[in-house]
């Protein structure tokens, strides 16, 4: 009984484990077939008294009785050691997971696993890398038709070269401040100060009988293309870094050393990850778990250009106007370039739902792209073998399986496993083992090709896969 239903849990053609609403319905419809052929069993007995014989009626009655009593309390009861019992436990524990888990989920598959619709909206699997395609391409556009003067430095020969150290703690430490790489490339606003006074309009400096002056209107312009291109870059790292991060966690990316906190940007094997701090449980745990996130080449190199060449011209503008410079902040998204506005969840959930509703047709907050990203991953992106390293395990330490436990944390939801084995307190990145860190590229680089990223990153261009 129980590995029939075990096997019954199994989705037919996908390889899937059924969603808890389904295989709930199942345990409930075997139980009560059990329930009926008990009853069947006990009951359903020929008579062999004789008609009007009020005795034997009676004595036969009390034998099925007995009977029933003896399978139910032996077999059909929880805490007795039969399959009834583990049934009634799967069932209990299905409609748990169901009721806390899966009641607001709003999406739903086809048949086929082709279109997924949210809220009756239908959202094919092609349009995410479409999504994708546009905000990294705007991105890139901005960076290099505005920011860059027309200069492709996304591409600068330097960037292969550099290298970064998780050791490095001193305040100030960054991909940039890096001694190896400061002999390499330093960043500067030199080369985009040069490109901007070649342009004859708007000139960036206006002569006078005396001398020359700056121009701010075009500095002006210059802080609010900046100020939308970190907009597409923030929806970039986003959905692109893998299972995605809540708001809060990707906002307080950090990309230089500071005496309180550790940066949580780092440049690995020539990619840029985002190690971002997990606290929705540090209430209970008491430590916050941090999750490395692995950005594709191209939304890399957008982060390496603005690091090196955009942000130290941002602070040079800043000065000049004599605005608040955000740009010395330690933070990736920190004020708005005037110092007015800061980046939150708030402006996040308006981006997403901006992009979605103009590149997919579909207006989606966080918490919905959250909830499709999961279930893309868990339908989509997680192999058979992955499903039979799960059954097969009879640790009882360990539960789920290790590719179980990376897909389940980096969408930030970690297991009980994944809770005493990946819960790194605050400070050790450091300590981030190199197998748990090719394991979530791995994770991550299945993700880049669902949302048709190209890996190698020799081709810029974006594919679509699907």
């Known amino acids: 009984m129980v590995h029939f239903l075990a096997i019954a849990s199994i989705h037919e053609t996908q390889y899937q484990y059924l ?64 399959p009834m019992d583990t049934i009634l436990r799967w069932l ?5 997971i169901n009721k ?26 092609t349009q995410f890398p479409i999504l994708a395609n546009n905000i990294v391409t705007q991105a890139q556009r901005i960076l290099v038709d505005k920011l860059c003067f027309g200069e492709n430095l996304t591409e600068h020969e330097s960037f292969a070269q550099l290298k970064d ?18 002999k390499i490339l330093s960043p500067s606003p030199k080369l985009l100060l040069t490109l901007a006074l070649r342009q004859t309009a708007p000139r960036w400096k206006s002569a006078t009988s005396q001398s020359e002056t700056w121009n701010k209107n075009p500095m002006h312009t210059y802080l609010h293309l900046h100020e939308l291109f970190l907009d597409y870059l923030l929806v970039a790292c986003h959905i692109l870094g893998g299972q995605p991060p809540r708001g809060s966690e990707l906002l307080r990316l950090r990309i230089t050393q500071t005496a309180e906190s550790d940066r949580n940007l780092f440049l690995l ?15 209970k745990s008491g430590m916050e778990k941090i999750i490395p996130r692995f950005l594709p080449a191209q939304v890399g190199k957008l982060v390496l250009c603005y690091l090196y ?66 279930a893309m991953d868990r339908d989509l992106l997680r192999t058979p073998r992955d499903l039979i390293d799960l059954a097969e395990c009879d640790d009882e330490e360990k539960d789920v399986s290790l590719m179980e436990q990376d897909h389940n944390g980096q969408a930030g939801h970690s297991t009980k496993v994944a809770d005493q084995h990946y819960g790194l307190k605050i400070g050790d990145i450091t300590g981030l083992d ?30 679509c896969l699907f």
Not at 54 to 61: C, L
Request: net charge positive.
């Open 19 to 82: 969603d808890p609403k389904v295989y709930t319905q199942i345990l409930a419809a075997f139980q009560h077939t059990i329930r009926m052929i008990v009853l069947h069993h006990c009951f359903n007995i020929p008579d062999h008294h004789q008609p009007g014989n009020q005795e034997h009626e009676r004595q036969e009655h009390e034998e099925r009785s007995a009977k029933f009593f003896s399978i139910r309390n032996s077999c059909m009861v929880i805490g007795t050691q039969s």
């Open 434 to 463: 190199q197998s748990i860190l090719v394991r979530y590229r791995a994770v991550a680089h299945k993700w880049h090709l669902l949302m048709g990223m190209v890996l190698d990153g020799n081709d810029t261009s974006i594919v």
């Open 165 to 182: 150290s998780r050791l490095d703690k001193d305040p100030g430490a960054s991909i940039m401040s890096y001694e190896p790489n400061r």
């Open 269 to 283: 094997n020539g990619q840029v990850v985002m190690v971002l701090r997990y606290h929705k449980g540090q209430a």
């Open 92 to 96: 209990r524990y299905g409609l748990g």
């Open 309 to 374: 060449f955009i942000r130290p011209f941002i602070v040079m503008i800043q000065r000049i106007l004599r605005v608040d410079p955000c740009g010395m902040s330690s933070l990736m998204w920190a004020k708005d370039s005037i110092g007015k506005k800061s980046w939150d969840a708030a402006r996040l959930r308006i981006l997403m739902q901006r992009h979605t509703e103009r590149y997919m047709g579909v207006e989606l907050h966080i918490q919905a792209w959250r909830q499709i990203a999961v």
């Open 100 to 125: 806390m888990t899966r009641g607001n989920e709003a999406f739903e598959w086809s048949e086929d696993m082709t279109v997924l619709r949210y809220h009756d909206e239908p959202i094919t699997i």
